[in-house]
């Protein structure tokens, strides 16, 4: 059952702390973005990778969060130093294409980080 | 800038009382627009892509509809396990932008 992967599930942390998440896409997807998701603001688009390549990632505070693709199987989300306004839920996807054909992106089952 | 509106924000329905969810856009050149179901705790997961004016998707209870303004998503006879929150998404050149979504509750 091919499903995209994310851990940690949940992360408490405090200010000023370094956050590090992972995301395993499904084997086969070229394209893996990263969300974030709040009550105020929605599903926001942070950044996104085709072929591990990084495309765009203006959605994301340059000054603390990086996203990086070590290789096919991992994309990792960092925020160096959190800050209490990251709280949210973040969310990986993959998927085959960034053309309307096949744009289905599957989703991970999230991590929800709590920033004290 | 590419606006994605859902309405209502939440919605309330007994089993068996069907319904339409609406997502409105403002996207010029709109290549496809999605709808997502995401259950409490879970990630989003897809549902329909409608790519033109006038086209129809059905999936079970559920069929969605796109004109050049809005798609609807409308519900048949809902039961409790249809609960859950509905994101609809438009792409245009870039990837999907997110509207924030129907919170449809079911009660039998």
């Known amino acids: 059952d091919a499903r995209v992967t994310q851990t940690p599930r949940h992360k408490v942390t405090e200010m000023g702390q370094e956050v590090t998440m992972r995301c395993q896409p499904i084997l086969g997807h070229n394209t893996v973005f990263w969300y974030r998701q709040t009550m105020m603001q929605g599903l926001e688009l942070l950044a996104y990778f085709r072929n591990r390549a990084p495309l765009d990632d203006s959605g994301m505070p340059k000054d603390r969060f990086s996203a990086e693709m070590p290789d096919a199987t991992l994309a990792t989300l960092k925020i160096q130093p959190s800050e209490p306004r990251d709280s949210a839920v973040y969310f990986c996807?993959?998927?085959?294409?960034?053309?309307?054909?096949?744009?289905?992106?599957?989703f991970g089952p999230g991590t929800r980080l709590t920033v004290l | 800038e590419d606006q994605v509106t859902q309405s209502p924000e939440a919605l309330r329905l007994q089993e068996g009382e069907s319904s339409s969810l609406n997502c409105s856009y403002t996207?010029?050149?709109?290549?496809?627009l999605f709808w997502y179901r995401q259950d409490p705790g879970k990630g989003p997961e897809f549902l329909f892509t409608l790519y033109s004016a006038g086209e129809e998707k059905e999936k079970e209870r559920l069929k969605a509809t796109l004109t050049k303004k809005e798609s609807f998503l409308h519900i048949t006879a809902p039961k409790p396990e249809d609960s859950a929150t509905y994101l609809c998404a438009v792409l245009r050149g870039t990837p999907l932008v997110f509207g924030k979504g129907t919170r449809l509750s079911v009660i039998a």
């Open positions: 996807a993959s998927g085959l294409s960034l053309s309307v054909v096949n744009n289905e992106q599957f």
């Open positions: 996207v010029s050149g709109l290549r496809g």
